[in-house]
C-alpha cells in the first residue's frame, strides 16, 4: 500500500474547517453560560443551575473534539513529514491513526449536538405545555 503526500494533505482543509466550528460553538455555549450565571445571581433560580451543569457538560465534550481535531492534525502533519523522508510504513500508520481521532472527535461531536438537541426540546416542550 502506497501513501503520497497529497492524502494526509487533503485532511488539512477540513479539519481547519472542523476546528473553526467547534470553536464557535465553544465561545457561543461560553456567552451563554455568562448570561446564565448573570441571571442565576439576580433570581436564585434551580433551572438555571441545571442549564448550566447541561451546558458544562457540553463544553467538556467541545474540549475534547477540539483535543482530538488537533490530534488529528498534528499526526497528518507527521505522516507528511515522515512521508516526506521515506518512513512510508510509519506515516501510513500514523495517517491512519490521525483518522482515527478525527473519527474520535466527530464522535463526541454528535454526542454533543444530542445533548443540545435534548436541551432545546426541554425548552420546546415547555413551551408547548404553556400554549395547550
Known sequence: MTL????????????????LAYTNRFLTIAQIIRNLKKNYDDNHNKSILLEIKNLNLRLTLIRYMQLFGVMCLFLSVFAMLLLYVNYSEFGIYLFGTSLFCLLISLGISFWEISISVNALRVHLKDLSDDVE
Not at 503520497?4 to 474547517?17: D, M, Q, R, V, Y
Open 4 to 19: 503520497t503526500l497529497e492524502t494526509p494533505a487533503l485532511l488539512f482543509s477540513a479539519t481547519s474547517l472542523i476546528l
